[in-house]
């Protein structure tokens, strides 16, 4: 039985010194964004999935909608605008880098890169959205708030970087 993980206190501290308005739900253990919308019975684009990313030598967080992948060469080309110098690679660290960088749980990244002191990019198709629901660093907590909110709160660049997923097909064998 997975344990349960609690709400980082500095989460929580951030949010209501900020005075956004906010709500915790709590859920069954959870890993995944897809693991987010099952397990709170969301449709996968209102879920704002936190990836880190490593451009060349800088990290950075960002957020997209759980039903879309990130394009690497897309997100290269607005990094090296924001940088003012060609990116040469985009990778996904992993995460032993993340625990070590951040100090947080394999796995618990949350969508607050401020707290991190890390740039975040998020894509423009979770603004079409009223609410989404956020990764707050815990496998049993997200965060629900106003994207509106979240974007002005966090201090983001709002670019366009995702892709649709595409989803196989699985053929019944006759």
């Known amino acids: 039985m997975a344990k349960k993980t609690k709400l980082s206190a500095k989460i929580i501290k951030y949010l209501d010194k900020t005075g956004v308005k906010y ?6 253990t959870v890993y995944t964004a897809l693991d987010v919308a099952a397990t ?4 996968l684009e209102e879920i704002a999935k936190s990836l880190l990313v490593l451009a060349d030598k800088n990290y950075y967080l960002v ?8 394009d690497f060469k897309k997100l290269a080309k ?14 996904i660290p992993t995460e032993k880098v993340m625990e070590n960088l951040l100090k947080i749980k394999a796995g618990a990244m949350s969508a607050f890169g401020n707290i991190h002191k890390l740039p975040i990019i998020i894509d423009k198709k979770l603004i079409k959205l009223k609410k989404a629901i956020f990764s707050s660093g815990s496998f049993n907590h997200s965060i629900e708030m106003a994207v509106k909110d979240f974007i002005k709160l966090e201090k983001v660049l709002l670019a366009d970087f995702s892709v649709k997923k595409k989803i196989k097909k699985i053929k019944k064998a006759n």
């Open 23 to 28: 709500n915790i739900l709590e859920h069954k």
């Open 40 to 43: 709170m019975r969301r449709k």
């Open 78 to 91: 607005i990094i090296s605008k924001v940088c003012n110098q060609p990116i040469k690679a985009i990778k």
């Open 63 to 70: 957020i997209l909608p759980a039903d879309q992948n990130l």
